[in-house]
């Protein structure tokens, strides 16, 4: 898709959700870091339910090393792969006092050393924590990239360069919500609803889905 057909795009999103928000719960870097960390094979709903009681007993690095990895799997016993979850935030929470006196840092390289920070994790924090112009490609926004012909690639990091390359770099950071918003509650895995579609015309996916009768 050239660049000029992408930014229609993504105006035309942009015309249909102005004003974009992650639909994780947090308060600063930190609980948006362990937010993410723990919405791997996870839903936005189900993270921000268990997060609560979790951040109310563990809200900064050191509080958090104090509940320890039991402490910490207690609160989060119904999301997916919560024992390998507990172990990360106990882990990260030791690394970012250990080597970065608490605070969340806001490098890609400093995040993506931390224990369960892989490159889509460091995306999000240094986007939405940090106002830089990132693309984290979930399975929604790897989805849309294909399906539409906004961004195709094989693998999420080819996508997320090709969506890097053409879209404007003003747009980028609120162009990371609209397109996983987009891919969450428009154009779905198993049905797209076509028929309500911002970029249908747009949208180079042939087998579009008509409006229930």
């Known amino acids: 898709m050239s660049r000029p057909h992408a930014r229609r795009f993504i105006e035309a999103l942009a015309r249909a959700n102005?004003?974009?928000?992650?639909?994780l719960t947090y308060v600063d870097p930190f609980t948006l870091l362990v937010a993410v960390v723990l919405s791997a094979q996870a839903t936005d709903a189900s993270v921000n339910k268990a997060s609560v009681g979790l951040?109310?007993?563990g809200p900064d690095p050191a509080a958090m090393v104090a509940l320890g990895e039991a402490g910490i799997a207690h609160h989060i016993r119904s999301i997916g792969l919560w024992r390998t979850k507990a172990r990360h935030v106990a882990a990260l929470s030791a690394a970012l006092?250990?080597?970065h006196g608490g605070i969340v840092p806001s490098d890609r390289a400093a995040l993506e050393a931390l224990p369960g920070v892989g490159r889509k994790t460091a995306n999000v924090v240094m986007n939405v924590a940090f106002g830089q112009s990132t693309m984290a490609v979930d399975t929604h926004i790897f989805r849309v990239g294909n399906r539409t012909g906004l961004a195709p690639g094989s693998t999420p990091r080819a996508v997320e360069?090709?969506?890097l390359a053409?879209?404007?770099?003003?747009m980028l950071r609120p162009a990371h919500h609209w397109l996983i918003l987009h891919g969450r509650y428009v154009c779905k895995a198993r049905r797209p609803e076509c028929w309500r579609c911002?970029?249908?015309d747009l949208c180079r996916y042939m087998d579009k889905t008509p409006a229930p009768s």
């Open 18 to 23: 102005p004003d974009p928000q992650s639909e």
């Open 161 to 163: 360069a090709k969506l």
């Open 55 to 57: 951040f109310a007993a």
């Open 198 to 200: 911002a970029v249908a």
């Open 166 to 170: 053409q879209i404007p770099a003003a």
């Open 97 to 99: 006092i250990a080597k």
